[in-house]
């Protein structure tokens, strides 16, 4: 008796901490993020807050820890059981959560996919930070001109099994066959995983195996800071050209000192944004998600839907944007 | 007080008991927070999310814990038979759907079967350390099959109606894969717990030495129980499936911990011996009202693991601690009579 | 016969030793990677590894401690998260940058000088941090009697969920750390990296303490017959918790040391790390059931995972191959493991047929 008298007690101690905020009037909408604790998503957020400030909704957020399909799965489905009224998420896995989010939509709920896309069943609309094709091309473009069009270069990507990548990687390799890049020549491309650990590793055994290496394309956030890492730790910056996608707030540093002499990234508030205005919208009736229609988003003007690749529709927020050490004190506060 | 428990029958001083009357607390303290959503015809929907593809996971490593051994690699061997599931259909020459499940549970069974082989012929090598190695491997299997792939397009029965679908029993909504678990548990139960084959389990988890020479054949079980688990496994990883609608190779990553958390949250002992099916039930029931209810509350993925944690860490320790004390004043009063003597 | 006894002597005395069958099996493996990309048997590259696996030896060095007891910790990456963390917050907090110009070759230039929290106070912070949560660890498994697999687990969930609680969801970046952090795992001293010197002298420390210091010892005894230990008058309780203390420590030192050559502080930090480190003993002859192990051989043990993570890295695996990565990884340490294992079973047969002559 004492015994259960003292678990009892002791969960009380543990849920005491519990605050609920549950709004029911207002349009909710349930943000569902690849990751806890990484900036870019913090930085999504804030779209959606400022958004929020705009058009007055609900929304709640949340990612998995461990960046899996099931925990997001695990969101999806507590979000259906508060009866949210959108859900925009960043997938993990394009495919892994039609399923969920097509009961979800038998239910009424509308589905916006932003920064990384659900596959076409099972989502109204996507939101694109920038048209493949383009994210692609001028990462080859830099590296090009830094490394003043010849030599070798290599691609340190995420995963092998991330569609986006593979998407921006495909379109680069069609960029080198142009006739200016003919002396640039693509050795390897290596996966660092996302883990900053391994990606330094990768970097390091690309350091050692080619000692001609003059470039290296990073279009990933966690792999161009590692890169970064490896390079400055070799006493190679400059001597290794580096660019690819990264976060302004993590590699002012490398673009200062010149590790890196320009990267990209689109704007993740934007983002959020467009994605939060697109799921209100959406909400209300006033678009459906199908080609052509178009609707109102606030400071980023009237987006228009399009057709996507895949057969779904998308709309696109913008171009990717380049830092260069020149602009970077303007952003590295900012996300 | 302790005159009190020590009157009441033994059946209600079981640990099950515990689980209980923490059910009825996590549901009491989660339904006065939440009353619109944290209802039962809700929280049965939610079954499907914590429930079901553990749990049979669960089941199988409920055997290896009661035998004293552990296998971390139960949620790779579930990767690697959905795998060969998905690929067999999707790409196989026109194999059906059915001949398509049966390779992947015989892709479990065997996966657990080499498990079982290395464990019984390298018996200085504990069970943890094998299966650490072959986790790794057979996930880099299905890595190698499926590689950047996802792998869907399964018959709408199999990714609706038991993904999804639900059946209505008295007058709720029930999962049809909570039916179908549900469906299972009293077979397991009365397997391990009433029959000869499922004693000599515990007999071999509570002294392996001693009931090698009293004619059990320890190594026969050992192989018997690290197939089967791969068998559950796999059907773990079918009822997962069915959930996400297609296969990754990442698909069911750290469900092994989940396993071992519920099957010892259900009174299991990873030093073997002990574990229950009824208890294993109760740990799902109350994960599942715990999960949700802290989802639902605080919406944060760490601080619902640090919670976890919190309640396997108390669940284990607070009958340990109050076990200990009642031993030292046993021990007390032992000597106080001597001393009287 | 005495020639043959002779033989026999010479072959079984190379046996006694698992640490030289282990060596064998790292340069035939460093070797053969070498066939197909020589850049992997150059001398930058094997110090590189070095350097790559000075966090996991000192780690390992911890779980070899704690396995000589008859326990174990999966909450080791953990711990580096939450230490770590700690750490990071405190040299955030009090970080003062400073920018000079100076004139260098007859040309302005600017440089920043970055401080906080001296160095040493980071660092027993963080082994402080590290040291604590595994005497919780120790206290539950030793005087609370919980399983070390179960409490560990629990552990692990708590500490990743602690970190996150107190970064808020906040990482921690290279400019938020100060210069003496960032180059404490990059400093050189007689061509070695720190992280090298700081792993030999772990090794030293714990070498010693296990070899020639009563309470070293005892971690042996109490592994191999806890009851004989108990009975012989050493309290058993205290050395299991001693053990978990100084993994704790350890894996806040770790954390720290991974922290810097990362640069970067995440809740998440080092994830599932733990099972190379196990795995890394295992290889090593250290007995996951307690009172047998060395520290040499936890060390070769965890450059063989080193090596063969360098080889996956060094072969170039390209195109479809890339995907074997991970199947190789694994087949790779099951043979390791079970070569060990067959290298102690010649010994043991060997010194029983010694005993029978």
């Known amino acids: 008796m004492k015994r259960a008298l003292s678990l009892i007690l002791a969960l009380i101690l543990m849920l005491s901490l519990a605050s609920v905020v549950m709004a029911e009037k207002p349009i909710n909408i349930g943000v569902v993020y690849k990751q806890t604790g990484n900036p870019f998503f913090e930085a999504g957020v804030r779209g959606f807050e400022e958004a929020k400030g705009e058009l007055g909704f609900e929304f709640i957020h949340n990612g998995p820890a461990d960046s899996s399909n099931e925990g997001q799965i695990q969101i999806i489905e507590g979000y259906i059981q508060q009866g949210v009224d959108a859900i925009a998420i960043s997938a993990n896995d394009a495919a892994g959560v039609v399923s969920v989010l097509q009961t979800a939509m038998d239910q009424g709920i509308k589905v916006v996919s932003w920064d990384s896309k659900v596959e076409p069943e099972g989502r109204n609309l996507n939101i694109d930070p920038s048209v493949a094709e383009n994210i692609g091309r001028v990462q080859v473009e830099e590296i090009a001109k830094q490394i003043g069009g010849e030599g070798q270069i290599a691609i340190l990507s995420a995963g092998a099994t991330m569609d986006n990548q593979n998407t921006w990687i495909k379109y680069m390799q069609e960029e080198l066959k142009k006739p200016e890049y003919a002396k640039i020549e693509l050795v390897t491309i290596v996966y660092g995983d996302d883990l900053t650990d391994k990606s330094i590793q990768e970097m390091q055994g690309l350091i050692n195996s080619y000692p001609e290496l003059k470039g290296v394309i990073s279009p990933t956030t966690v792999g161009i800071a590692a890169a970064a890492v490896a390079i400055k730790d070799n006493g190679l910056s400059g001597k290794i050209k580096l660019t690819g996608l990264g976060l302004p707030s993590e590699m002012a540093e490398y673009l200062k000192d010149g590790t890196c002499e320009g990267m990209y990234l689109w704007n993740p508030i934007d983002l959020g944004y467009t994605a939060a205005y697109a799921a209100v919208a959406l909400v209300k009736g006033e678009i459906t998600g199908a080609v052509g229609e178009k609707f109102a988003a606030g400071r980023m003007g009237e987006k228009e839907i399009m057709e996507a690749a895949d057969g779904g529709t998308f709309t696109l927020v913008g171009d990717p944007f380049r830092f260069t050490p020149d602009n970077i004190d303007d952003w590295k506060d900012v996300y | 007080m302790s005159r009190l428990t020590n009157r009441l029958p033994e059946w209600l001083k079981r640990w099950e008991w515990i689980l209980v009357i923490l059910i009825l607390a996590v549901f009491w303290v989660f339904s006065s927070q939440q009353p619109d959503n944290y209802t039962l015809s809700k929280l049965l929907n939610q079954t499907r999310v914590y429930m079901v593809d553990v749990g049979f996971m669960a089941l199988g490593m409920l055997t290896v814990l009661i035998l004293g051994d552990i296998d971390i690699s139960v949620a790779a061997t579930a990767a690697l038979s959905a795998t060969v599931m998905a690929v067999s259909y999707n790409q196989g020459s026109g194999i059906p759907f059915e001949a398509a499940i049966a390779l992947m549970l015989i892709t479990g069974a065997v996966c657990g079967l080499i498990n079982g082989l290395l464990v019984t012929r390298f018996s200085e090598l504990f069970p943890m350390i094998i299966t650490l190695s072959t986790q790794t491997l057979y996930r880099g299997i299905a890595y190698i099959i499926l590689k950047d792939q996802s792998s869907g397009r399964f018959p709408a029965w199999f990714s609706k109606d038991l993904g999804y679908g639900a059946m209505s029993i008295l007058g709720l909504d029930v999962p049809i894969m909570l039916v179908c678990f549900l469906a299972v548990l009293p077979a397991f139960y009365i397997w391990l717990h009433k029959t000869a084959s499922g004693r000599r389990i515990f007999a071999a988890g509570t002294n392996l030495t001693a009931s090698r020479y009293s004619g059990v054949r320890t190594g026969r079980i050992k192989l018997a129980v690290f197939t089967l688990n791969g068998l559950m496994a796999a059907v773990g990883g079918f009822f997962l499936t069915s959930r996400t609608g297609s296969v990754k190779y990442t698909i069911a990553t750290g469900f092994e911990m989940q396993a071992i958390a519920i099957a010892v949250l259900g009174g299991a002992s990873t030093s073997g011996g002990r574990g229950s099916v009824v208890g294993l039930l109760l740990a799902l029931v109350l994960m599942t009202g715990l999960k949700n209810g802290l989802m639902l509350v605080y919406n944060d993925a760490f601080i619902l693991n640090l919670s976890i944690g919190l309640l396997l860490i108390l669940i284990v320790l607070i009958p340990n601690l109050t076990g200990e004390l009642r031993r030292r004043s046993a021990v007390r009063r032992q000597r106080l009579s001597l001393q009287k003597a | ?51 790559d696996t000075a966090i996991m030896i000192i780690l390992a060095l911890g779980m070899l401690c704690v396995l000589l007891v008859g326990s174990i910790d999966i909450s080791i990456s953990a711990i580096m998260a939450l230490s770590t963390m700690t750490a990071g917050i405190v040299m955030k907090q009090y970080l003062t940058i400073t920018e000079t110009q100076a004139m260098v070759n007859g040309a302005m230039t600017s440089m920043t000088l970055r401080e906080s929290t001296p160095l040493v106070l980071i660092i027993l912070i963080g082994m402080g941090v590290g040291a604590l949560s595994g005497a919780m660890n120790g206290a539950l498994i030793a005087y609370g009697r919980v399983l070390p697999i179960v409490a560990t687990l629990g552990m692990q969930y708590i500490l990743y969920g602690l970190s996150h609680v107190i970064s808020d969801g906040q990482a921690v970046y290279r400019k938020d750390m100060p210069d003496a952090f960032i180059n404490l795992s990059r400093e050189n001293l007689l061509g070695l990296n720190s992280k090298i010197w700081i792993m030999l002298a772990v090794f030293l420390l714990v070498f010693l303490f296990l070899t020639y210091s009563r309470r070293g010892r005892y971690l042996y005894a109490v592994g191999s017959s806890p009851e004989a230990a108990a009975m012989s008058g050493i309290r058993i309780q205290r050395s299991r918790l001693l053990a978990h203390v100084i993994m704790g420590a350890l894996a806040g030192l770790a ?38 192990g060395k520290a040499l051989g936890v060390v070769l043990g965890a450059l063989t995972i080193g090596v063969i993570n360098n080889a996956l890295t060094m072969l170039r695996l390209t195109g479809n191959s890339e995907f074997w990565k991970k199947a190789i990884q694994g087949a790779l340490i099951l043979m390791a493991v079970v070569t060990n294992v067959l290298i102690q079973r010649a010994k043991e047969r060997r010194v029983l047929k010694d005993r029978r002559i």
């Open chain 3, 255 to 292: 954390g720290l040391l991974y922290a810097s050559r990362d640069t970067k502080i995440t809740q998440d930090m080092a994830m599932s790390y733990e099972m190379y480190v196990i795995a890394a003993c295992v290889i090593g002859g250290v007995s996951v059931s307690g009172g047998r």
């Open chain 3, 1 to 51: 016969m005495p020639e043959q006894a002779k033989k026999n002597s010479a072959f079984s005395a190379l046996l006694k030793h698992r640490e030289v069958g282990l060596a064998a099996i790292l340069v035939v493996l460093f070797l053969l990677v070498g066939l197909r990309n020589l850049a992997f048997t150059t001398g930058p590259n094997a110090l590189f590894i070095m350097e």
